[in-house]
């Protein structure tokens, strides 16, 4: 399908612009005061969907480019909440979000909520992966009509960021950057402005504002295990799911500045006020053509200048934490790059990291790697899902613990038929999001009862910061007891399609603690 057929079957699916209501010709069975407005979703079946509802006071374009978020102001209008926004500013090669119209006013989320009557229910805030450099909340992946269809006693909300060079771009080192000391963070700040506004508005939609679990995947499972160290965060959420994401997913101020510098080599500018001039199509083209990946960045005063360390010093542990990673996570990009395309990723990556190790530890992961059976790719595929994604997400639970604080820990393991992909990154989202049609990364539907009780295991968490199940709760009428994780047994919960089963890390070797283990210290290597 070519681009602009996809963008016009998305626009179909859940675009458009969404317009004042002036005439008072609404069904106020459908609306809902917030303070930004009355926004009137639409229904299917007994779900009612609120899509594009903003959450900032004025959208981040002209002189508010790479500011913080504005707070939403009370107005006393009727809107229609009918529509997706447009995506945000990102690279569209390997994300359906980013495959729609982009724009820089892009601040908006979407509400699902059933008719199932309570005053009070869980709230999952959702926060979209794609490295920090793609996607969007209009990816029908993430359309959550099927999941609240099958657990209508939780609301959930999507919500958009800004990404890559608008939402992540150093710029406090430039000779007029001195009012952007925000800059490389701003993607973060966006999420926690909606967040505020989950807390100020989802009463509104039948949600506890006291009962919010932020949960995320890839670059959105990195956000959820940042935002507990941004100031002021915790007021908004109690507990986080992060799959197949962590802390590593930064870079320093040193890093964000090259990053920068290299950016403004090739547009030919030197200020702030020139970028200023510089339009976002030009902006994502010059990004696409250095591929310069634009993250978080360790500034030491949004986000700490090490963030491990900030879990086992306690920063989380009045959250409870559920984390994990896929078996095969860097087999996705295998399969997804192709192979000219994952050999020069992993040429660069290792000119840029890998060979500046130092001489001992290289040697650890050169015999790491002698030891990966399989394809010519599998060695380096395995040593980057361990750095990336593996030994981070054991390192949280770690720390997390450490700091008096409660993590629960997963391993993904059911395999696509495709022999590249098998338990690649993001292979879960059809899973936890009930869209078993989706099997473009799968390859097959997944087994019935397996993916509906992990579903029910998310809600579980969301509900109570325990994702056990009781007999009665389960979907095979077998109780589900999944340990916390534990710095003596390392205890797991593996997810494994035919035998969900709680175990420890030694016993499924997860990671491998003495040549792999060391690299998160390197955050990606």
């Keep these: ?191 926690l402005k909606a967040l505020k506004w989950v807390h100020e508005n989802i009463a509104g939609f039948g949600g506890d504002p006291d009962n919010v679990t932020i949960w995320g995947e890839s670059a959105g499972a990195a956000s959820c295990t940042l935002l507990p160290l941004v100031p002021g965060s915790h007021q908004y959420f109690k507990r986080l799911i992060a799959e197949s994401g962590s802390v590593n997913q930064t870079r320093s101020p040193e890093e964000g500045i090259a ?75 295998v399969s997804s790059f192709g192979k000219e395309g994952w050999d020069n990723f992993i040429a660069a990556r290792k000119q840029e990291k890998f060979d500046k190790l130092p001489a001992d530890e290289k040697a650890l992961v050169e015999s790491y790697m002698k030891d990966v059976k399989g394809d010519y790719y599998q060695p380096d595929s395995c040593v980057f899902s361990q750095s990336w994604f593996i030994a981070p997400t054991i390192r949280i639970s770690e720390e997390q613990t450490k700091g008096g604080g409660k993590a629960y820990t997963y391993y993904f393991t059911p395999e696509s038929p495709d022999p590249i992909m098998k338990c690649g990154h993001a292979i879960e989202l059809s899973v936890v999001f009930n869209h078993p049609e989706m099997t473009t990364d799968t390859g097959r539907a997944f087994d019935e009862t397996f993916c509906k009780t992990m579903r029910k295991m998310w809600v579980q968490f969301a509900k109570t910061g325990n994702p056990s199940l009781s007999a009665d709760l389960s979907p095979d009428g077998k109780a589900k007891e999944w340990p916390l994780y534990d710095l003596e047994n390392k205890r797991v919960m593996v997810l494994d399609e035919f035998d969900i089963h709680p175990a420890k890390e030694s016993e499924v070797k997860i990671v491998d603690w003495e040549r792999t283990y060391f690299l998160t210290k390197y955050y990606m290597l």
């Design 259 to 333: 990053c920068t510098n290299k950016l403004m080599e090739v547009l030919g500018c030197k200020t702030v006020a020139d970028l200023l001039k510089v339009s976002g199509d030009k902006l994502l083209e010059a990004s696409s053509v250095l591929f310069v990946h634009q993250v978080p960045e360790r500034d030491g005063k949004i986000l700490p200048t090490d963030t491990f360390e900030a879990y086992a010093n306690g920063a989380a542990k009045d959250l409870q934490i559920l984390v994990g990673c896929n078996k095969d996570e860097m087999d996705f990009f």
């Design 1 to 191: 399908m070519e681009l602009h057929e996809i963008r016009e079957k998305l626009k179909e699916m859940y675009g458009g612009e969404n317009k004042p209501i002036t005439d008072g010709n609404y069904d106020q069975s459908l609306a809902v005061k917030c303070i930004n407005g009355t926004f009137v979703g639409r229904k299917t079946e007994n779900i009612t969907v609120f899509r594009g509802i903003p959450y900032v006071g004025k959208q981040p374009v002209g002189e508010l480019r790479w500011k913080a978020p504005v707070d939403v102001v009370p107005n006393d209008g009727v809107y229609e909440a009918y529509y997706n926004a447009k995506s945000a500013f990102g690279n569209p090669s390997f994300e359906v979000g980013s495959i729609y119209y982009q724009d820089e006013d892009c601040l908006y989320l979407n509400v699902f909520k059933s008719d199932e009557p309570s005053a009070k229910k869980p709230v999952m805030v959702w926060i979209h992966g794609g490295a920090f450099e793609s996607g969007g909340t209009i990816d029908p992946m993430f359309d959550c009509i099927n999941f609240v269809k099958e657990n209508p006693d939780v609301v959930v909300v999507t919500i958009a960021y800004r990404l890559a060079f608008m939402g992540f771009l150093h710029l406090s080192h430039l000779s007029d950057g001195k009012d952007y000391t925000d800059s490389q963070n701003l993607g973060l700040l966006d999420q």
